[in-house]
């Protein structure tokens, strides 16, 4: 089998592929990009992903991006690590948690730390911005109710969806955000600390210089 190589930045969203990757056993190769510095914009970067985002997954010739697919990609294609759950009504749920992160918090993120993407003028950003955060906290909250019986996310199953619940409490405990997570998000953050448990979080956390939950 051809071994993977997984493009990521530190602290990105191709955290949740990247403890994915981890996860499975499997070999694997990663690529770290300095976003500050530009890397994504680089040609042979560009070459890889034209989009010059991250993640990217490269198999051989095969080039597979966006998180999303790359999870239910990593999932299915080691069955043996059962990160992907076998009961179809199971696996809706799983669809439906990465849809409502992907949709929701990663764009209301967006608007917090790429406001000039939204608007060609200066003075409006710090209100996007300040809209955009309230915007984070009220998904957070939704996504806390959802997680308020405890255990994983999609049943007594650890699966990739845990991976990418990861990511966005990261995000809301960072800089750009500052939230009190244990005081807003109790649930949530217990989620996170169970996550910070397994092997291949602390490893993945280690290689990108992040602190655990």
């Known amino acids: 089998m051809t071994t993977s190589i997984l493009y990521y930045a530190p602290g990105a969203c191709s955290l949740a592929s990247h403890i994915a990757l981890e996860e499975t056993g499997a070999p694997y190769e ?15 970067y560009l070459a890889v992903n034209e989009r010059g985002r991250v993640p990217a997954l490269v198999e051989g010739d095969w080039v597979l991006t966006e998180n999303t697919a790359i999870l239910r990609h990593v999932a299915r294609a080691h069955p043996q690590a059962s990160l992907w759950p076998a009961d179809p009504r199971a696996q809706a749920v ?70 990418y619940l990861l990511l966005f409490w990261t995000w809301g405990r960072g800089p750009a955000l500052n939230f009190d997570m244990d005081g807003r998000f109790p649930a949530w953050s217990a989620h996170a600390r169970a996550m910070a448990g397994r092997p291949a979080v602390r490893t993945v956390f280690a290689r990108e210089g992040l602190a655990l939950p």
């Open 30 to 44: 990663t690529v770290r990009l300095n976003l500050q510095a530009g890397d994504q914009r680089a040609p042979e």
């Open 94 to 163: 799983a669809d439906e948690w990465l849809c409502w992160l992907s949709i929701n918090h990663h764009p209301a993120f967006a608007h917090i730390r790429r406001a000039e993407r939204y608007s060609d003028e200066e003075a409006a950003l710090p209100g996007i911005r300040a809209k955009a955060a309230d915007t984070y906290g009220d998904l957070c909250t939704m996504t806390e109710v959802r997680l308020s019986n405890g255990g994983w996310a999609v049943g007594d199953r650890y699966s990739v969806v845990d991976t």
